[in-house]
């Protein structure tokens, strides 16, 4: 299953309370006088009694981890197992697919925005970013942990992935900039029961043959000759305009 990393002392603390496994702490010597209350009661309980903790000054963690550390606390986890999309997908009304996005300060805003504005599952095409990357995991602020989340099959066709979201009951919504797009305000989305909300890749975003097989495409009016927004915001702006009532 693997490890990842997770860095701040309060995106570990998300993390542990949803199940996470740690496998040791290390955190820079000034967290451990500041916070040590915090650590000595995230240590303390009997899952975490014998994680070790290790320690030093900013110079050391920095020539171990090859960077400075921003928030001076990292924790090494236990991969979770996913779950397969017809697992993941039972009983929603809103999922969210990301195609391609492979910015990791992008994936962990897209986490954080899902979570706050009532998407319900994320998936993901095998050639997106690692949501637990370490950078995408701080952006989220621990929200990928929250969020449940699994990888998509595929067969190498572009819109293979469409079909399994048909099959498993969802009309398919494009984010794409297309002349044959509505606006993301159309009252005909807002009464869709089961929704996925399809976004592509940063620059080329979605291949045309996954807009053609989608049932929808959707884009968000612009303004002053702007042509569209970056994934992570376009994306904050169709979850809440799309959510359920």
């Known amino acids: 299953m693997g490890i990842f990393i997770a860095e701040s002392l309060k995106v570990v603390l998300v993390a542990l309370k949803n199940g996470y496994?740690?496998?040791?702490?290390?955190?820079?010597?000034r967290?451990?006088?500041?916070?040590?209350?915090e650590l000595e009661s995230l240590t303390s309980s009997e899952s975490l009694r014998d994680t070790p903790v290790y320690t030093g000054d900013r110079e050391l963690l920095a020539s171990l981890t090859g960077?400075?550390?921003?928030?001076?606390?990292?924790?090494?986890?236990?991969?979770?197992?996913?779950?397969?999309?017809?697992m993941l997908c039972e009983g929603r009304k809103r999922v969210a697919v990301l195609d391609g996005v492979v910015n990791s300060t992008n994936t962990g805003a897209i986490?954080?925005?899902?979570?706050?504005?009532?998407?319900?599952?994320?998936?993901?095409?095998?050639?997106?970013?690692?949501?637990?990357?370490?950078r995408s995991v701080r952006v989220s602020m621990g929200t990928v942990f929250q969020m449940p989340w699994t990888y998509l099959p595929q067969d190498g066709k572009s819109a293979s992935y469409?079909?399994?979201?048909?099959?498993?009951?969802?009309?398919?919504?494009?984010?794409?900039?297309?002349?044959?797009?509505?606006?993301?305000?159309?009252k005909r989305l807002k009464e869709i029961p089961r929704m996925a909300i399809i976004m592509g890749t940063e620059?080329?975003?979605?291949?045309?043959?996954?807009i053609a097989s989608c049932d929808y495409a959707?884009?968000?009016?612009?303004?002053?000759?702007?042509?569209?927004?970056?994934?992570?915001?376009?994306?904050?702006?169709?979850?809440?305009?799309?959510?359920?009532?």
């Not at 496994?21 to 010597?29: D, G, N, R, V």
């Not at 960077?67 to 017809?86: S, V």
Request: aromatic letters at 6%; a negative charge; one cysteine or more.
């Open 21 to 29: 496994k740690p496998i040791s702490f290390l955190a820079e010597q």
């Open 31 to 37: 967290i451990v006088d500041t916070q040590l209350a």
């Open 67 to 86: 960077y400075e550390l921003t928030r001076g606390f990292l924790c090494a986890m236990h991969r979770p197992q996913l779950p397969t999309p017809e």
């Open 111 to 134: 986490f954080r925005a899902a979570t706050a504005l009532g998407i319900e599952a994320l998936l993901l095409t095998t050639t997106c970013c690692d949501p637990l990357n370490r």
């Open 162 to 186: 469409i079909d399994k979201l048909k099959q498993l009951g969802f009309c398919t919504v494009a984010l794409a900039l297309s002349d044959k797009a509505m606006d993301i305000d159309d």
């Open 203 to 210: 620059g080329d975003g979605l291949a045309k043959e996954t």
């Open 218 to 245: 959707a884009m968000i009016p612009m303004r002053r000759g702007v042509d569209s927004l970056n994934v992570a915001a376009a994306a904050a702006v169709a979850f809440w305009e799309l959510r359920t009532i």
